[in-house]
């Protein structure tokens, strides 16, 4: 019974980090920008995808293929900055929330067209398929070494974030757009990095997601499942989206664990939402979000 | 709202009217006549998409009040209308109930339902409430596959033909003579709240919900009210459909399914009864088209053949919601209006 919680605990806080990365994503956008992009999933399809051709039938070298995919989505997420969302700037949200999710929907076409909708699995797998055995507890390997590079990627938006001028910058523009232009800082650029940057990580964490499931169109359903995640932390919270990723990690585990057999499997799919759903009638602005107060 | 020269408003009555002159009476009257004469002159497969339109119609209209006149965002419109037609066919099908109490029972439960999940939407907005309702539709998915015999699993429910009376519908023109009837009431209903308390409360919580509550809007009665409302006109939707379809299925009421009715709103026009009725038509007319195109070209191109029906479907769809949002947000209504008012006024600009 314990080997199995400490299964249960360990997949969890890797699964925890990894939707903490992807909150991070979705929150450095809709920090710097007031967008929130629902376009994040299909994101890390493409990343997927594209690293898929890069290895396989490009054959190129492993580090060559992520980099490759890396600049891809960097730069479809630019052109997804500049082309689409440019023009909707003082725009009602309504019109932000159509628009990301009009880009999913031709995101989801466009990789349909491209790739087939096939399943495919990387060729030679990325990371080694051994679990280790640490005392009583089987450790898939995978989950280690994709924790691991997640654990990178959220300490290098840290030191992003803390320690550099564009950081700097970025964490300005998210306070107020007006008062960040009068000091200097280019609001424009800064919304274009944001979306580079997450579209970038995105590439990362959509490989990673591929080597550990498969290159497939499922992997974009993490793209919305995610939100629940960014609902809980705050949507103004990078902290906070980490936390609450490691919060719904365990206790998404937890219950597949425990509630599993008594409804029948599948909880898992909706077992963020469930918690979405409580957070926003109990705690509307989530564990560190920015509480809005409104003047007429 | 021009109206032709001459024509004055003189009292509230009259600035109130939906149909203001006879001119407007004699086209309404001539429309409804060609409407209901319109299966003489069609084949079927041209009717099934007019009875779809009009499911869809009244699915859009209801998300029209609360999305175009509320302003609160609902993205699981296609979960309240999987409640209602999941209703419906329980009913119909455990319990035998007749046509006639089907269509207001799946309402009213559905309205339950939309009113659970815009709770939510008295302590957040924007963003937050675009998720809730995101919730509902992953949640009500889940509760279906899950449900059991209740919800038959991923099989899905096939139920008899409504009868009335001992007149059974099964064609598309019976259908057609039932589904149209619906709309057209449900659709008067629709625009005729928009000018009542309730519509004008709802105006006010769109346009600046404190400033509503300080003006002594109830925010909690009115959001909660639009949620039901939306939610109700989902579930006779959904009830409608799953009667049209002779089986309730979860596959029938997708994310995507949510996602268009949004983008017909944002095509046709939000806030306008006009609008929804041309969003509608040419988001399903577009729809059709593609379907057709596609099927076209994977004869003639067998590479494109299996899942490119499919995501041509959905790029041709979001690109086109995409390009009304960048050059024309007001929607098809709009450029409706300002042809009108270019008519009343020829050959002056102004």
Sequence with gaps: MLDFLLQQLITGLALGIIYGVIAVCIVLIYKSTRVLNLAQGELLVFGAFFAWTALVVWQLPLPLAFLASMVATGFLG?????????????????????????IMVVLKGMILLAWGGAVYS???????????????VVISQEYAWASALAIVLLVLFMYFFQR????LAMRGTSEDHQLAQSLGVSVENVFAQSWIIAAVVSAVVGIVLASLFSVDMGIGS????VFAVVLLGGLESIPGAIVAGLIIGVSEMAAAGFL???????????FPWLVAVVVLIFLPYGLFGWKRIERI | MGLPCGTLNETYKQDMAIVRTRLQW?????????????????NDYLLSIINGVAIWLIAVFGLNLLTGYCGQINLGQAAFMAVGGYTSAILATRFGLSFWVVPPASAVVAGLVGMLFGLPALRVKGFYLAMTTLAAQFIVTWVIIHGGDITQRTYGISLPRPNIFGFAFNNETRYFYLIIPFALLMGFFARNLARTRVGRAFVAIRDNDLAAEVMGVNLFYYKTLAFVICAAYAGVAGSLWTYYLGVAHYEHYALM????MLGMLIVGGMGSTMGVVFGTIFIRGLNEAVTYGSSVLSVTVPSMAGSAGASLGLVTLGLVIILFLIFEPRGINHRWEI?????RIFPFSY
């Design chain 1, 164 to 167: 550099t001028r564009a950081g």
């Design chain 1, 222 to 225: 993490l793209g919305l499942k």
């Design chain 2, 339 to 343: 042809t009108k008012h270019t008519y």
């Design chain 1, 122 to 136: 990387y060729k030679p797998p990325i990371f080694p398929k051994e679990p280790v055995q640490l005392g009583t």
């Design chain 2, 26 to 42: 004699g086209l309404l009257l001539v429309f409804l006549v060609l409407l209901f004469l319109l299966p003489k002159f069609l």
């Design chain 2, 257 to 260: 399914d949510s996602v268009w």
């Design chain 1, 78 to 102: 630019f052109l997804i900055e500049r082309l689409t969302l440019r023009p909707l700037i003082g725009q009602p949200i309504l019109a932000a929330i159509m628009m990301t999710i009009s």
């Design chain 1, 260 to 270: 599993d057999p008594i409804v029948g499997g599948g909880i898992r799919e909706v």
